[in-house]
């Protein structure tokens, strides 16, 4: 429920940001292109195959990725099929790059399902191209015998679109790669906005008490989040109506050929780098194996260090054009201080509208900068946060009862996400 009234937020706050006009394909359910090969050959021999699930809170849920895993296993009991779940939720593309290594590629996956249309929603199309081009040349550079498959959700905003005859903005910007690369792709929201226009289908309601039975059926709660016996099922219905195309598209298994690509300046190179002591100046602890927060995130944040006090910085130099944070968001937040190649330090804080918990997130450092070797500094500051007028109204009444989660003011850092190389 965290990360689905955060996700709420974040579409509503991108959707509100004017947008250049941007061709929208037209809507089509699936699209085989070249299909998946490997995968094809590995299930006909029988093999165990590793599927991937990169993407957001909608792929986190227990829902279509559970339900097509369970889909495979039936249709094909040849074959063995072990999931790997690498979903955050109220995160896109622009972090799911950065962690692929981490998150997929270390697990050796066949086959890789990439799920960012809904938070990638507000992201411009040359963002959306850098970041998913990424991915797809990331994946191949670790394996090009890895199948890959874009898979397109929505939510109520998208609806106008897809009723119209187009897919939604964010999902026709990675067309463009699918074509390039020759992917195929779901779109997972055609069948449901057919069905919402027919009347068989409601969007956004209360959930029923019996929503199984439920006519017509309820989609979601918050016109977001599919409900796992109706919008999730529909989604993972559309794999299997899909899977007979994609099949005969399947030609011969081997290597996926690797054009040049779309945009020279993609996030090919993006990387998740492990934090090292050398980095940290001042009072920091790394927190051990059954701290509550490192128990939480171990399984994106394998390290996870809290600055002590006041002072306490993170330092570090690297060539390339982009660096962030892999960090939490949480009540305990403080005011960061980020200065880039010792100009003026910009600040930012640690806590937002919605931290009434803790929240992995990402602190942007630098962009887009020349290629060239940077020096980084990130200090916590002295700085109070009025934390209770950050929050949103509705949250400020939690603050009032529980005060004293807020008194600190600190930074937990799990990671570097760069664009370039470390400069040791």
């Not at 089509?28 to 995968?39: A, D």
């Not at 199309?125 to 015998?145: A, D, L, T, Y």
């Not at 899909?242 to 690797?258: C, D, F, L």
């Not at 390290?303 to 993170?314: H, I, N, P, R, V």
Request: aromatic share 10%.
């Amino acid at each position: 429920m965290r990360y689905s009234l955060f996700l709420v937020w974040l579409v509503a706050a991108q959707c509100a940001f004017s947008q250049e006009p941007f061709p929208l394909r037209d809507a089509v359910e699936c699209t085989p292109r070249e299909g998946l090969p490997n995968v094809k050959a590995k299930i006909e021999a029988g093999d165990s195959l590793k599927i991937g699930y990169l993407g957001g809170s909608i792929t986190a849920a227990s829902g279509w990725r559970v339900q097509s895993r369970d889909w495979f296993a039936e249709t094909y009991p040849e074959a063995t099929f072990e999931e790997i779940h690498a979903a955050i939720g109220g995160t896109g593309s622009d972090l799911g790059v950065f962690r692929l290594h981490n998150d997929v590629l270390r697990h050796d996956p066949d086959l890789v399902f990439v799920e960012f249309a809904v938070n990638d929603g507000g992201a411009a199309p040359e963002r959306i191209h850098k970041s998913m081009e990424g991915i797809v040349r990331q994946i191949w550079k670790f394996n090009p015998e890895i199948d890959i498959c874009f898979v397109y959700t929505l939510t109520d905003k998208m609806l106008g679109d897809l009723h119209a005859g187009k897919m939604p903005r964010a999902a026709s910007a990675m067309e463009v790669l699918a074509d390039h690369y020759a992917i195929p792709s779901i779109h997972f929201g055609v069948k449901v906005a057919a069905m919402e226009k027919s009347g068989e289908l409601v969007f956004k309601a209360p959930k029923p008490d019996n929503i199984a039975e439920a006519k017509p059926l309820v989609f979601s709660s918050d016109g977001v989040h599919p409900h796992t016996e109706t919008g999730h099922r529909i989604y993972s219905e559309t794999i299997a109506r899909s899977w007979p195309a994609i099949w005969a598209a399947s030609g011969k298994a081997g290597a996926h050929s690797v054009p040049a690509p779309v945009r020279e300046d993609n996030w090919e190179n993006a990387k998740q780098v492990a934090i090292t002591p050398a980095m940290l100046k001042g009072a920091w602890t790394k927190l051990d194996e059954e701290h509550t927060l490192a128990k939480r995130f171990r399984k994106n944040m394998p390290t996870l260090y809290k600055a002590d006090e006041a002072g306490a910085s993170l330092e570090f130099k690297f060539e390339g054009t982009t660096a962030s944070v892999f960090d939490l968001l949480g009540p305990d937040g403080g005011l960061l201080k980020v200065q880039i190649d010792g100009g003026d330090a910009k600040s930012v804080k640690r806590i937002d509208g919605y931290c009434t918990y803790h929240r992995m997130s990402k602190t942007g450092l630098a962009s887009e900068l020349p290629s060239q070797i940077h020096e980084v500094k990130v200090t916590l500051s002295d700085e109070k946060i009025d934390k209770r007028n950050v929050l949103f109204e509705k949250n400020r009444e939690y603050f009032d009862k529980n005060e004293d989660r807020y008194k600190e003011h600190t930074w937990y850092a799990g990671s570097l996400l760069i664009i370039g190389d470390i400069v040791k």
